[in-house]
């Protein structure tokens, strides 16, 4: 995980196969869900048709979505067209 909570894809240290990267896949999250501060501020993206995961490290612990420019940006749109339909005469 970077700085940021944003999941960090390193290509230089390519497993030789799948079972392997299942591995680290499993290492990983032992180490994000070990941390009682880390565990706590893991969240579910509220996108629509999203599942994505991500650490919160907001002021506030408010973030919502895994993304603000994918998910965060199609939740606001979807609220502004709404918000347009219901003052159209």
């Known amino acids: 995980m970077g700085d940021d ?7 230089d240290t390519a497993p030789p196969d799948a079972r392997q990267a299942l591995c680290r896949i ?4 032992a ?4 941390a009682a501060d880390t565990r706590a501020r893991l969240r579910i993206c ?4 999203c599942s994505g995961r991500f650490v919160d490290k907001s002021v506030g612990r408010r973030r919502r979505w895994c993304s ?10 979807a609220q502004h067209r709404r918000t347009a339909a219901r003052s159209t005469p």
């Open 68 to 77: 603000m420019a994918i998910c965060g940006n199609r939740a606001k749109a």
């Open 26 to 29: 499993a290492a990983d999250a």
């Open 5 to 11: 909570g944003e999941a960090v894809f390193r290509t």
């Open 31 to 34: 180490t994000l869900l070990g």
């Open 46 to 49: 509220d996108g629509h048709n």
